[in-house]
């Protein structure tokens, strides 16, 4: 076919039930693979059993966590098809993290068919449950076994999937989220825009933290001023101040350019709703509140989804959205988001790919 060498598993696995899958804890029978070498390139592109691989204890990616990803999801839809959303966005943005982290670029079209032939393979563990996909994950490593700071000459490119449900416990529930101004995740300059493994080591403290206080997640404010919202742990931000609907802007480089972020803009945009990719301050949405304009606010990302916010705390000012309750805007966009993955309303924007 396109060069890929397939070696079936001899030792299939069970797959979940589908009512009580969770995030990332089950993964399939088949993994993707592909090496680069400085001679051969990406080369060696390979679906084989899931599982281990051999790994030096000096490979780069230990020590100086040069590894990016991305995510995103097959859906069972109405018409019992495998489709996915929006798949080549993620693929170039797999290329724009990989410039920055000085990995080799791979070539999209290829992943792309790497990615049918992998999910064709695997179409028995896409879930056919409420709220359920096939979360997929592409990734890279450095391998050279080194200990000198240098970029890597050989990387594995893995796409491995995993059944699974909502990302957090809460379901479609409103999260609790914590704004930190003591610690940050980027900044102007740094690597916020990439799906950088690094991102996300930096953001554990805080969230940790955050957890203990009882929250879900922490929200993240510019790391210059302490005051303007960047993103949230896993997901991009929006609150709908009166009829606007608000997102901070992509602009200074330390926010992740979501896809779903993307989606929510292009369909309020189309509904006929204001849409405002800017600098948005901590104090101007408490302010929102205080004057009672803040109607919603939610988080979005290909793992969350749509996250409706309940509750905010920044410095122990707590404000309550909707009460505590989701959103309006939020369920609708929710309904409209999945409706398109899952087939039940038109695809308008050709976002939907079927696999088979
Ligand atoms: C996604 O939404 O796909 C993400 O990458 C979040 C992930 C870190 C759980």
Redesign the pocket.
Known sequence: MNGIQFIRTKAPKQKPDKGSLQFGNIFSDHMFVMDYSMDKGWHDPRIIPYGPFEAEPSMMVFHYGQAIFE?LKAYRNMQGEIVTFRPMDNIVRLNRSAERLCIPKLDEEFVWEALKMLLEIEKDWVPDGEGTSLYIRPFIIATDPYLGVRPSHTYKFFIILSPVGA?YAEGFEPVKIYVTDKYVRAARGGLGYT?AAAN?AASLYAAEEAKKKGYTQVLWLDACHHSYVEEVG?MNIFFKIGEVLVTPSLEGGSILGGITRDSVITLASSMGYKVEERLISIQEVFEAHEQGRLEDVFGT????VISPVGELNWNDRIIKINGGKTGNFSKMMYEKLTGIQYGKEEDTFGWVKKIC
């Open positions: 995510g990302y799906k996300y896993t990302g290909t793992a969350a």
